[in-house]
T-cell receptor, first 112, second 114 residues
Framework: AQSVTQLGSHVSVSEGALVLLRCNYSSSVPPYLFWYVQYPNQGLQLLLKYTTGATLVKGINGFEAEFKKSETSFHLTKPSAHMSDAAEYFCASVFGNEKLTFGTGTRLTIIP | DTGVSQDPRHKITKRGQNVTFRCDPISEHNRLYWYRQTLGQGPEFLTYFQNEAQLEKSRLLSDRFSAERPKGSFSTLEIQRTEQGDSAMYLC????????????FGPGTRLTVL
């Protein structure tokens, strides 16, 4: 079955440090990939997406992600963490059908 | 651009009662999706509409759940005879039909079944 796996349900980084959130997909055909952020008691906001073309995609709030087909990965990074980045992050994919398949999420904590 | 709206934002009900949630998508979006999110999990697909047609339903959508989008605009999700296991955040999303299907989410309705 096609799936999305997020390694690490909780990640803590110091303010100003690199943020790295991991996402791997399982599919015989490269899917379309998304990262969403969710703040407490709110819906999901799209950070960035990969569809076709350039494999390094830039999103909002200084985040970027790189699609690596050979590694079936789509890891999310940000060079310097800010306190406002504390939230839950979800990797998701559309595997050629209509619905999003989500990972289980990574809760990012920023240490002052 | 008002975004996707959902009503109510919170609902507390007693087991066995019926509840109905409403979702208003972005006006030009012809696709509308319902997802359910339980604590500590990612959202799980429930069903989706293209215009007024319900095109897919998840196995998660038991017979107690029904969704409608009668005029291809807003949608309702009804849960009959609620159970404690129905407690979750119910998320609505909308999109324009496209090759990659970028979905825009509403704030969600948090249901608590006592």
């Amino acid at each position: 079955a096609q799936s999305v796996t997020q390694l690490g349900s909780h990640v803590s980084v110091s303010e100003g440090a690199l943020v790295l959130l991991r996402c791997n997909y399982s599919s015989s055909v490269p899917p379309y990939l998304f990262w969403y952020v969710q703040y407490p008691n709110q819906g999901l906001q799209l950070l960035l997406k990969y569809t076709t073309g350039a494999t390094l995609v830039k999103g909002i709030n200084g985040f970027e992600a790189e699609f690596k087909k050979s590694e079936t990965s789509f890891h999310l990074t940000k060079p310097s963490a800010h306190m406002s980045d504390a939230a839950e992050y979800f990797c998701a994919s559309v595997f050629g059908n209509e619905k999003l398949t989500f990972g289980t999420g990574t809760r990012l904590t920023i240490i002052p | 651009d008002t975004g996707v709206s959902q009503d109510p934002r919170h609902k507390i009900t007693k087991r066995g009662q019926n509840v109905t949630f409403r979702c208003d998508p972005i006006s030009e979006h012809n696709r509308l999706y319902w997802y359910r999110q339980t604590l500590g999990q990612g959202p799980e697909f429930l069903t989706y509409f293209q215009n007024e047609a319900q095109l897919e339903k998840s196995r998660l959508l038991s017979d107690r759940f029904s969704a409608e989008r009668p005029k291809g605009s807003f949608s309702t999700l009804e849960i009959q005879r609620t159970e404690q296991g129905d407690s979750a955040m119910y998320l609505c999303a909308s999109s324009i039909q496209s090759s990659y299907n970028e979905q825009f989410f509403g704030p969600g309705t948090r249901l608590t079944v006592l």
